[in-house]
């Protein structure tokens, strides 16, 4: 199950991108997940993670996914 928990940490103002360079991510996503329980929930996960990634990169964010929930942590998330 794709979890409704996904934490959304801002990265601070962009940074100008000089001429052929991309602007920094405006903020980074890590979303949490687990898709083992039914097969509804398997295939939103697999959608949302090949989504994601797209959108992020069209508006300007990071994204990253993951099922290792020791990840949550306020060492990790304070990046």
């Not at 794709?2 to 990265?11: C, D, Y």
């Not at 993670?49 to 304070?78: I, V």
Request: glycine content about 6%; cysteine-free.
């Amino acid at each position: 199950m794709f979890v409704a928990l996904v934490v959304a940490l801002t990265a601070g103002v962009a940074v100008t991108a000089t001429r052929g360079a991309r602007a920094a991510p405006t903020f980074k996503v890590l979303a949490f997940y687990n898709g083992t329980w039914d097969a509804a929930h398997i295939d939103f996960d697999r959608d949302a993670r090949a989504w994601f990634p797209q959108a992020a990169a069209q508006y300007g964010f990071s994204w990253e996914s993951t099922t290792n929930w020791s990840l949550l942590n306020a060492a990790n998330l304070a990046q």
